[in-house]
């Protein structure tokens, strides 16, 4: 039952009864370092230290203690409770990746996230500091369903099609560095959850305003896309078409193409992405006076039918400024609605739906990771370094740099 729920989350964090820990998946291996021509079969290359292991949380600190200044940890919203103790800073991507850069004494930045943000926290770092990620199998489903090729493909599409001139890529943040350093290169912009109507009004400004003809390619979530382009610039479902990289020409037809405004990759979160506009449904009935807050990640009828929609520094600043006794359905990671739910006892804080579960990538990085990681730096080894390459490096610079000059940003 809902109320049973609310009430396991709210008391029982962080290990609350009926939220068991995800087993690891091996069939879920994502991630980059070891095969960079598959995503499946990345090991950890050093002896992680056991999670059965009681001196466990001792280790970490003193490796940590070790380290001191040398080391900058960042860790994201969506990460396990055991790793964020050790985080020197939470926050969202971008706010990690800013954090990131403002650490250029840190010898080494060690991110608690997945591989995408690694890579922009190396891009936004200097070429003397090197950036860790615990786990190289936590990679990002989203990401990973926009290939390099498959873009360029994509691309050469709408050359054909005669409209690539008026159109200007927008790319989520959650890309990989390749996606980012082609957005750079074709003029587009990087954006984040937070500001994608601010990135979207600024790309159809390029090419003729939101009123004109101008397109946008928006890579890789498909959901992200749609519900900004709808809710906040006005356009409608019809102006927005699926891009289905595994189909000839995406799946559409050249008229298609020259009618749509918005051209979205067909990508989306494997965790937000399960929410379903059922589940609004049944917790407003389960729960009377519920307010629904989602992440833009989700599907366009649970964003529809839900009362707020933010992301994740947004869910968090709600759920702060939000009185006692008020009644909340999250629909974003768990971990993170966990930890929102522990922090505000006074409020009723329900996790939308009770079969979306963690973002198991996201939950790669663990204690055992991050002890094995900061032992391997104190013993004068790095381990589990992200470089990008130093061409993508310039080009996603570029379409960073852009989404950072965007007005009121
Ligand atoms: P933010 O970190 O921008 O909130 O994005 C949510 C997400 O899915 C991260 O992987
Ligand atoms: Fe990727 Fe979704 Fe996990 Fe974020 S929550 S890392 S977008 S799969």
Redesign the pocket.
Known sequence: MWEDRAVSIATSAPSPVGFPEPAPSALLLLGRGVDLASERGVECVGDLPSPSDPDLVERARAARAALGDRAFILG?H?QRDEVIDFADVTGD?FKLAREAAARPDAEFVIFC??H??AESADILTSDTQQVILPDLAA?????DMAAIDQVEDAWDVLVDAGVAERTVPVTYM?STAAIKAFTGRHGGTICTSSNAHVALRWAFDQVGGVDGTGKVLFMP?QHLGRNTAVRELGLSLEDCVVFDPRKPNGGLTTEELEAARMILWRGH?????RFSERNVTDIRAAAPGVTVLVHP?CKNEVVEAADMVGSTEYIIKALDAAPAGSVWAIG??LNLVRRLAAAHPDKQVHYLDSTVCF????NRIDLPHLVWAMESLVAGRTVNRIVVDADDAHWARVALDQMLALPGY
Not at 139 to 143: F, Q, V
Not at 269 to 273: D, E, N
Not at 359 to 362: A, E, F, I, R
């Open positions: 994201h969506y991507s996230g997945v995408f943000m990679g990002c489903s989203m990401a959650n979530d979160c494997s965790v937000h992405g990640e974003t990671e973002c198991s990538t996201m």
